[in-house]
């Protein structure tokens, strides 16, 4: 678990961000990868992910990514790496003044969902 957790940070650490909000971004981004990864039993990238990030910024790009249908067993994945932090909406949660309302409470709803007993 460790080692993924360091993994996911030394590539997030590379990535030129402007803020902890958009360093939290990415991290949640590779975690995601490393999820995607160990699904599909090879090196997996977020491509539709990182073309919002191009066309839109990084923020932007999360914002808009949250209003994509949930992904349970990707949160689930997350836990089961020890990544749950790393979920986009953990990050949202951290920086609520950085992204959109909409945004905040969708994550909010989905971690309440998501961790209820």
């Known amino acids: 678990m460790e080692a ?4 996911v940070q030394l590539r997030a650490d590379a990535y030129d961000t402007e803020s902890e909000a ?3 971004a990415i991290s949640a981004i590779y975690a995601y990868e ?17 073309q ?8 932007s790009a999360v914002d808009r990514a949250i209003n994509r249908p949930a992904e349970p067993e990707g949160y689930s994945s997350l836990v089961d790496m020890g990544l749950e ?14 992204f959109s309302d909409d945004a905040v409470k969708i994550s909010q709803d989905r971690i309440k ?3 209820a007993p």
């Open 4 to 7: 993924k957790q360091r993994a």
């Open 52 to 59: 919002l990030i191009k066309r839109h910024g990084i923020i």
């Open 34 to 50: 490393e999820v995607l990864s160990v699904k599909n039993g090879k090196k997996t990238r977020a491509s539709s992910t990182w």
């Open 22 to 24: 958009e360093k939290d």
């Open 85 to 98: 932090d790393y979920a986009l909406e953990a990050v949202i949660i951290r920086y609520p003044e950085t």
């Open 113 to 115: 969902q998501w961790t």
